[in-house]
């Protein structure tokens, strides 16, 4: 795989281009559970389209 294609490598230099600031938040759910990132995700979806809506 070429390494601009290599997603591993991707994900790393987006991550030292854009750390997490040492003042972020933490997140109340474990991002590496597909189960719980999902169900934040279509939540937080549902409120923007809700929000839009409301315009």
């Given at each position: ?5 290599n997603p591993q490598r991707i994900i790393q230099r987006i991550l030292e281009k854009y750390p997490t600031p ?34």
């Open positions: 795989m070429a390494p601009s294609r040492p003042d972020a938040p933490h997140r109340d759910y474990d991002v590496h559970d597909r189960k719980q990132a999902k169900a934040v995700i279509l939540r937080k979806l549902k409120r923007r389209r809700n929000e839009a809506d409301a315009r």
